[in-house]
């Protein structure tokens, strides 16, 4: 494959960091589009050198548009136990909680206030040893 045809790989560098820990966190762009502009094709396919690279990256993207972010789950390596293969990071509001801690028959206190609504915002990576970065299975920016 052609160095040129290739994706662009996804890197936070310092400018960018800099406007996440700052006030100018709604002029972001990926690619030359705004953080609310952003569709799923816009970034399904898409390359990350690190898992910490596209963790930064949705985090910053969650933060422009408003919702908090929680991990669904991180897989490792069968072999080696230590490098990531695919990591899901969803809005904190996706889901609902389960019925048996709503309404359970035992309880001492009252059930905390429901605060999840079935968000479907989701972000998911995996492992392409082939190119050794992280390609964006899945990501849904409906909130």
């Known amino acids: 494959m052609d160095a040129s045809n290739e994706p662009p790989i996804f890197d936070i560098d310092s400018h960018s960091q800099s406007l996440v820990n700052g006030n100018d966190i709604n002029h972001l762009q990926y690619n030359e589009i705004r953080f609310d502009k952003l569709s799923s094709e816009d970034l399904k396919g898409k390359e990350f050198k690190t898992v910490e690279d596209s963790d930064a990256f949705y985090y910053a993207y969650a933060k422009a548009m408003g919702f908090d972010v929680r991990s669904d789950y991180k897989r490792f390596s069968v072999c080696t136990k230590d490098k990531v293969t695919s990591r899901r990071l969803l809005c904190s509001a996706q889901g609902k909680r389960r ?29 392409c040893k082939e190119k050794d970065s992280y390609i964006v299975d899945d990501f849904i920016t409906e909130y």
């Open 99 to 127: 019925e048996e801690y709503m309404n359970g028959k035992k309880r001492v206190r009252r059930p905390k206030k429901e605060t999840r609504f079935n968000c479907p915002c989701l972000f998911k990576v995996s492992y």
